[in-house]
T-cell receptor, first 111, second 119 residues
Framework: RKEVEQDPGPFNVPEGATVAFNCTYSNSASQSFFWYRQDCRKEPKLLMSVYSSGNEDGRFTAQLNRASQYISLLIRDSKLSDSATYLCVVYISGGYNKLIFGAGTRLAVHP | SAVISQKPSRDICQRGTSLTIQCQVDSQVTMMFWYRQQPGQSLTLIATANQGSEATYESGFVIDKFPISRPNLTFSTLTVSNMSPEDSSIYLC????????????????FGPGTRLTVL
């Protein structure tokens, strides 16, 4: 079993749609959780961190359920510029720190 | 945040040769990492580059194949040795440091990557 599993995608949605991505992780020692965005042929960039209380940044809302080891990302009012691959990432600390990346979910927003 | 540069940005190499990739950061950072991203795949951590000591390698990666140097807090190199076509990938370095004042604790910043093709 992969340490971080995501919806495989791709998600093809029209502009203005709401889309949700899901992610599960297997390591209960995971301490922090993130969504990164990666554009084609570019490096990943942090989109937002994910808190148990949920957090919102404009059109983006992230949720964490530690009991279920489940993370979600909701994008409202999709824009063409949201087209990218979204990577679910967990941070593990213990001895040394490291990020574990999911395989990513590709989103394509069309006019 | 941090400004990270990598050299070369891309290269095409012959089987059996070695390539050294450089990663330079514009500020001193505690932690530097090397990742590999194979075509159509997500990122896989190769190793943590430790300043002044041997790198810490992840399962499946060994020092003989991917020797790493980290002579100071702003610079690291990754060598891909005795290359084969299976090594064709994007190699990225990343950094993490509490002093980078990222938006979030434990945020890592990535370099632009080195795109390697092995013939």
């Amino acid at each position: 079993r992969k340490e971080v599993e995501q919806d495989p995608g791709p998600f093809n949605v029209p502009e203005g749609a709401t889309v949700a991505f899901n992610c599960t992780y297997s390591n209960s020692a995971s301490q922090s959780f993130f969504w990164y965005r990666q554009d084609c042929r570019k490096e990943p960039k942090l989109l937002m961190s994910v808190y148990s209380s949920g957090n919102e940044d404009g059109r983006f809302t992230a949720q964490l359920n530690r009991a279920s080891q489940y993370i979600s990302l909701l994008i409202r009012d999709s824009k063409l510029s949201d087209s990218a691959t979204y990577l679910c990432v967990v941070y593990i600390s213990g001895g040394y720190n490291k990020l574990i990346f999911g395989a990513g979910t590709r989103l394509a927003v069309h006019p | 945040s941090a400004v990270i540069s990598q050299k070369p940005s891309r290269d095409i190499c012959q089987r059996g040769t070695s390539l050294t990739i450089q990663c330079q950061v514009d500020s001193q950072v505690t932690m530097m990492f090397w990742y590999r991203q194979q075509p159509g795949q997500s990122l896989t951590l190769i190793a943590t580059a430790n300043q002044g000591s041997e790198a810490t390698y992840e399962s499946g990666f060994v020092i003989d194949k991917f020797p790493i140097s980290r002579p100071n807090l702003t610079f690291s190199t990754l060598t891909v040795s005795n290359m084969s076509p299976e090594d064709s990938s994007i190699y990225l370095c990343s950094v993490e440091d509490p002093g980078l004042a990222g938006r979030y604790y434990n945020e890592q910043f990535f370099g632009p990557g080195t795109r390697l093709t092995v013939l």
